[in-house]
């Protein structure tokens, strides 16, 4: 009798301890933050309040967004440009190592991730989390075509759009990169055609081809579904993003939402109740309209009751561009990249240092700051931190976590070494500590000197700044510190020849799919 009840005890507590387990497996499941990684487009880090108290644009919903949280000073984007920086955010890798060396894609640009390639979306896919995308993807998908014979290629004029089959699905879309719902446009909302897409199939079939010639809301001559409205872009898109939050906020996973904005990139279009309200140009009553919206995406990440354990981010995927009129706001008072030389596509700091804020009231103390270099490839490793999943080799090679960075209390554990940077026409920086050397002569883009203009040939090969002394890079020290040089130097050939600069096994950069200057510099390096 005594070993009848022995062992049914036994069995209460096996069973128990079993249930106990599980319980307390699924609780801290449930403590997993939600992820909510907003992008915007074009916008200089000047353009946000709490980064330039002495700009014109009001921003009061982003400047509390920072305060309940923490803002990052020293963020950068690894490209100056849209889709470069793209690929870095979702792979946790440097653009260049991509078959894209230089610029941009188009509408109709084919797919630039591969499918094996594992991104933010397909790790926390893994690991249980609801997966969106909801916005500009500018990333490539493979449209249905009537006849692939015909392909005309990458696609810039209306008439290259005709062999499209807007009543099949596309295919190589966000959906095969981990993201289980996924809805927007695939390029620049200046880019042709002008077709929403959700979950691999077109909306509508466009109907009918518009353009714009506007000075601010142009956009490029392509076929237009009668749902695509261009002014509502934006406000669609936050639309749809609160409807998720709200359902997925009673469901028992958490989830990541990506909110790649199409804005304030041209077509720089503020709906008519913004039209003025700044007192500079379209482009900063655009920027107003943008802050209104995250005020109310945070407003319903409150009343969701998920606001403690929902991380909120943030940032923008180059500076301001001079589409903007950047010479026109200055004018006024308003610099859109703050003190920082250069604007959007080039390599000075102008094109590539973001605001970045991080807002998560279960871990981030109000009113944080920090002054840690940090780059947008940092969010795959990040991710894989706060699941508790260890990166394979081959998986984030230029991505760090910066979660130690986001308590203040490990943050010795940040191991980010140096950052590289990249411009429009793939001219590298790289940058370690205070000092930045650049390894062009001009910037890399479309600010003076231009590459190739009259003025390149008279100065150095190569530019190093000491931003600690001059972050205005007003002051090139270039053939004045060797051994710096020679250490920035090592370091670039470095990165480039391991195809990482994480630790951890060599790893190939992908072979040159669009021209590039990659390996053509390399060789400048070793000489």
């Given at each position: 009798?005594?070993?009848?009840?022995?062992?049914?005890?036994s069995?209460?507590?096996?069973?128990?301890?079993?249930?106990?387990?599980?319980f307390?497996?699924?609780?801290?499941k449930?403590?997993?933050?939600?992820?909510?990684?907003?992008?915007?487009?074009?916008?200089?880090?000047?353009?946000?309040?709490?980064?330039?108290?002495?700009?014109?644009?009001?921003?009061?919903?982003?400047?509390?967004?920072?305060?309940?949280?923490?803002?990052?000073?020293?963020?950068?984007?690894?490209?100056?440009?849209?889709?470069?920086?793209?690929?870095?955010i979702?792979?946790?890798?440097?653009?260049?190592?991509?078959?894209?060396?230089?610029?941009?894609?188009?509408?109709?640009?084919?797919?630039?991730?591969?499918?094996?390639?594992?991104?933010?979306?397909?790790?926390?896919?893994?690991?249980g989390?609801?997966?969106?995308?909801?916005?500009?993807?500018?990333?490539?998908?493979?449209?249905?075509?009537?006849?692939?014979?015909?392909?005309?290629?990458?696609?810039?004029?209306a008439?290259?759009?005709?062999?499209?089959?807007?009543?099949?699905?596309?295919?190589?879309?966000?959906?095969?990169?981990?993201?289980?719902?996924?809805?927007?446009?695939?390029?620049?909302?200046?880019?042709?055609?002008?077709?929403?897409?959700?979950?691999?199939?077109?909306?509508?079939?466009?109907?009918?081809?518009?353009?714009?010639?506007?000075?601010?809301?142009?956009?490029?001559?392509?076929?237009?579904?009668?749902?695509?409205?261009?002014?509502?872009?934006?406000?669609?898109?936050?639309?749809k993003?609160?409807?998720?939050?709200?359902?997925?906020s009673?469901?028992?996973s958490?989830?990541?939402?990506?909110?790649?904005?199409?804005?304030?990139?041209?077509?720089?279009l503020?709906?008519?109740?913004?039209?003025?309200k700044?007192?500079?140009?379209?482009?900063?009553?655009?920027?107003?309209?943008?802050?209104?919206?995250?005020?109310?995406?945070?407003?319903?990440?409150k009343?969701?009751?998920?606001?403690?354990?929902?991380?909120?981010?943030?940032?923008?995927?180059?500076?301001?561009?001079?589409?903007?009129?950047?010479?026109?706001?200055?004018?006024?008072?308003?610099?859109?990249?703050?003190?920082?030389?250069?604007?959007?596509?080039?390599?000075?700091?102008?094109?590539?240092?973001?605001?970045?804020?991080?807002?998560?009231?279960?871990?981030?103390?109000?009113?944080?700051?920090?002054?840690?270099?940090?780059?947008?490839?940092d969010?795959?490793?990040?991710?894989?931190?706060?699941?508790?999943?260890?990166?394979?080799?081959?998986?984030?090679?230029?991505s760090?976590?910066?979660?130690?960075?986001?308590?203040?209390?490990?943050?010795?554990?940040?191991?980010?070494?140096?950052?590289?940077?990249?411009?429009?026409?793939?001219?590298?920086?790289?940058?370690?500590?205070?000092?930045?050397?650049?390894?062009?002569?001009?910037?890399?883009?479309?600010?003076?000197?231009?590459?190739?203009?009259?003025?390149?040939?008279?100065?150095?090969?190569?530019?190093?700044?000491?931003?600690?002394?001059?972050?205005?890079?007003?002051?090139?020290l270039?053939?004045?510190?060797h051994?710096?040089?020679?250490?920035?130097?090592r370091?670039?050939?470095?990165?480039?020849?391991?195809?990482?600069?994480?630790?951890?096994?060599?790893?190939?950069?992908?072979?040159?799919?669009?021209?590039?200057k990659?390996?053509?510099?390399?060789?400048?390096?070793?000489?």
């Amino acid at each position: 009798m005594k070993g009848r009840y022995a062992f049914v005890l036994s069995a209460i507590i096996i069973v128990g301890g079993l249930y106990s387990f599980g319980f307390k497996e699924a609780e801290v499941k449930e403590k997993r933050p939600n992820i909510i990684y907003v992008l915007a487009d074009d916008l200089g880090y000047g353009d946000i309040s709490i980064y330039n108290p002495g700009g014109k644009i009001k921003t009061p919903n982003l400047d509390a967004l920072g305060a309940a949280g923490m803002i990052f000073t020293d963020a950068h984007t690894s490209s100056a440009v849209c889709t470069p920086t793209r690929y870095g955010i979702i792979t946790g890798r440097y653009n260049w190592r991509s078959p894209l060396k230089s610029s941009v894609l188009t509408g109709k640009s084919k797919a630039l991730i591969p499918k094996g390639r594992t991104t933010v979306a397909s790790l926390l896919k893994k690991e249980g989390y609801e997966t969106a995308f909801i916005g500009k993807w500018h990333l490539g998908w493979d449209w249905a075509l009537k006849d692939p014979s015909k392909d005309s290629g990458e696609g810039w004029n209306a008439k290259d759009f005709e062999n499209i089959d807007f009543s099949k699905k596309v295919k190589n879309s966000p959906k095969t990169l981990g993201f289980k719902y996924s809805y927007g446009h695939c390029g620049s909302l200046d880019m042709a055609p002008y077709v929403y897409v959700e979950n691999e199939m077109p909306t509508m079939v466009p109907d009918t081809v518009t353009e714009s010639k506007d000075k601010y809301g142009w956009w490029r001559k392509g076929p237009t579904a009668d749902d695509f409205v261009f002014d509502d872009v934006t406000p669609n898109f936050f639309r749809k993003s609160f409807s998720y939050i709200k359902e997925k906020s009673k469901g028992k996973s958490p989830f990541f939402l990506y909110l790649p904005l199409p804005s304030p990139h041209t077509p720089i279009l503020p709906t008519e109740e913004w039209q003025g309200k700044s007192n500079l140009n379209p482009y900063g009553d655009f920027m107003m309209m943008i802050d209104d919206y995250m005020g109310q995406l945070l407003a319903v990440v409150k009343e969701a009751g998920i606001e403690e354990n929902t991380m909120i981010i943030f940032t923008s995927d180059n500076g301001c561009s001079p589409a903007a009129n950047i010479v026109d706001m200055k004018s006024k008072g308003h610099n859109p990249n703050g003190i920082f030389r250069g604007h959007k596509a080039d390599i000075f700091e102008g094109g590539h240092r973001v605001p970045f804020m991080v807002k998560w009231p279960a871990k981030i103390k109000a009113g944080s700051q920090s002054d840690r270099t940090i780059c947008t490839t940092d969010l795959l490793a990040t991710c894989a931190d706060i699941v508790d999943v260890e990166l394979a080799d081959d998986e984030g090679e230029d991505s760090f976590s910066f979660l130690p960075l986001l308590t203040d209390s490990k943050t010795e554990e940040y191991k980010r070494e140096a950052t590289v940077h990249h411009s429009i026409n793939g001219s590298f920086a790289i940058r370690k500590g205070n000092w930045k050397m650049i390894f062009c002569p001009g910037s890399g883009g479309w600010s003076a000197p231009k590459p190739n203009s009259k003025k390149i040939a008279d100065l150095p090969k190569f530019q190093l700044y000491d931003l600690s002394k001059d972050p205005k890079e007003e002051h090139n020290l270039y053939g004045q510190f060797h051994e710096v040089e020679s250490d920035l130097t090592r370091l670039m050939v470095s990165y480039i020849e391991n195809g990482r600069s994480t630790v951890g096994e060599k790893q190939k950069n992908d072979p040159e799919g669009y021209g590039s200057k990659l390996w053509k510099q390399l060789e400048v390096f070793n000489n």
